[in-house]
């Protein structure tokens, strides 16, 4: 058993179920799996997560987070143009799940289904992306550059408009060539539809 | 038996493999089993269809055809203008879809297993929805309403925006509450994208 001096944080507990998660995959791996990789007893697991449901709602919330992070600093940006903005922030995203769709295949399967039984866990991380996006729409309009009467129906359509290049459901065309070019042309498209006119 | 009496059309027996593969699912449903439907011998089948795999091909276009003759009439309409036209014909398609998922589940799944296999047919079948779009875009380039460098770009990228809305792996979304809201709501930011401008 590996030494147990390390303190037993949720961190620590989650980033020992997504390994134990990979190695076993997500139909077998159970609590008692994870007590033993980090060699603690599956009570001191419960005491972080009181329910194997709730570590997996944990542990998937973790892998999304990944991403979102990243895109909450390009949201956040009030430097830049709110156009560059929402380009940069779908470039993003696409990039960070071919990434994550394209190095780790085994470990996005997985996480694949873990989402498929996590709704609430996915409803809450597509509320925060779109929220992110709101905050540029809305930042576009005070600045004049866009046109859109709600912001938050603004993003939900540009999210919802993009889903071929982040719904983990077309992960297999985001290996095709021309992938590139085909987001190009959607998010070209997208960005003249929020420009102001008179 | 049923008589046989009829002419052995082509159609006759696409139709029969229709009810055959409802009956028996895609999985089991055999020529034997549609031959036999019919009241004719297999070889009577393979005389018009070579072989099992091009027989499920035919009745899997034969599905998909139903979708675009209906909205080929849309997109040859040159009296109608064309930003009510891409409007209309995507309302259509939408509309059909909807109908043949929640109209009929079972048959809907059924050809969903089969259109998963038949891959040259549905690319076919994309390629023939966005040249009536194509179609579209450039009338409305022509007429001076919409700007697009490329009118088969523009065509594609309208249609990879709107899958959520026509893709079957989407068709459980096409249930819920403010699914029309949400069409709407990308349906107006793609047409402003078409629009011309200075």
């Known amino acids: 058993m590996p030494p ?21 995959g997500p139909a077998k791996a159970t609590v008692v799996d994870v007590a033993r990789a980090l060699g603690v007893s599956h009570g001191s697991v419960y005491r972080h997560f009181r329910t194997k449901a709730e570590l997996r709602g944990a542990v998937t919330k973790r892998w999304l987070d990944r991403t979102t992070q990243v895109l909450a600093g390009i949201a956040a940006d009030g430097e830049r143009d709110p156009e560059a ?3 940069e922030w779908f470039a993003a995203l696409f990039a ?4 994550k769709a394209g190095g780790d295949p085994e470990l996005f399967a997985t996480y694949q289904v873990l989402v498929g039984d996590q709704g609430e866990v996915v409803g809450q991380h597509i509320a925060e992306l779109t929220g992110q996006l709101t905050d ?15 912001p938050a129906t603004a993003a939900r359509a540009l999210f919802q408009a993009t889903g071929r290049f982040h719904d983990p459901g077309y992960a297999q065309e985001w290996q095709q060539p021309g992938v590139e070019g085909e987001f190009e042309a959607v998010m070209d498209l997208l960005v003249r539809g929020l420009r102001a006119r008179d």
């Open 85 to 87: 903005r929402v380009r």
């Open 4 to 24: 147990t001096s390390e303190t037993l944080t949720a961190e620590r507990i989650l980033a020992t179920t997504e390994e134990v998660l990979r190695r076993h």
């Open 96 to 99: 960070a799940k071919r990434h």
């Open 136 to 150: 540029i729409v809305r930042a576009g309009v005070d600045a004049g550059v866009f046109t859109a009467q709600d």
